[in-house]
C-alpha cells in the first residue's frame, strides 16, 4: 500500500479559487499495511516531484451553469487571471470531461 499526503493552501481571488498544492511522501521505511493513524512532521516529509514544484489550481463555482452569460463571464475572469500571471506561472485550460464530478 503506497499513502501520499497533498500539502497546499486555498486562497479566494475574487470569485476565483486557487488551490496551490503539491504531493509529498512518507518518510522511507516499512510500508504500514493500514492507513496510517499519525501523520509525520511535513520537514520530513520528501515532494514526488523531486524539483519541489507545485501544482497552481484555478477554478470558478457558478450557480447555473446553464446560463450561457454566466458562464463567459467566469470563463473571461479565468483568462484575466491567466494574464496577470503569465509571467508567473503557466496556467492551461483542463480537458473538461476529466473535471466531471460525477462517480465513474
Do not use: C, W
Amino acid at each position: 500500500m503506497t499513502e501520499h499526503v497533498v500539502e497546499g493552501d486555498l486562497f479566494i481571488h475574487n470569485d476565483i479559487t486557487l488551490f496551490l498544492q503539491r504531493v509529498l511522501h512518507y518518510p522511507a521505511g516499512q510500508e504500514p499495511s493500514q492507513p496510517r493513524q499519525q501523520m509525520p512532521a511535513l520537514k520530513d516529509m520528501t515532494p514526488l516531484e523531486k524539483s519541489g514544484s507545485y501544482v497552481l489550481q484555478a477554478s470558478i463555482t457558478v450557480q447555473d451553469g446553464s446560463n450561457q452569460e454566466t458562464m463567459k463571464t467566469a470563463s473571461q475572469h479565468l483568462f484575466g487571471l491567466r494574464e496577470q500571471l503569465k509571467s508567473a506561472v503557466r496556467l492551461e485550460q483542463a480537458d473538461r470531461l476529466s473535471l466531471d464530478t460525477r462517480a465513474k
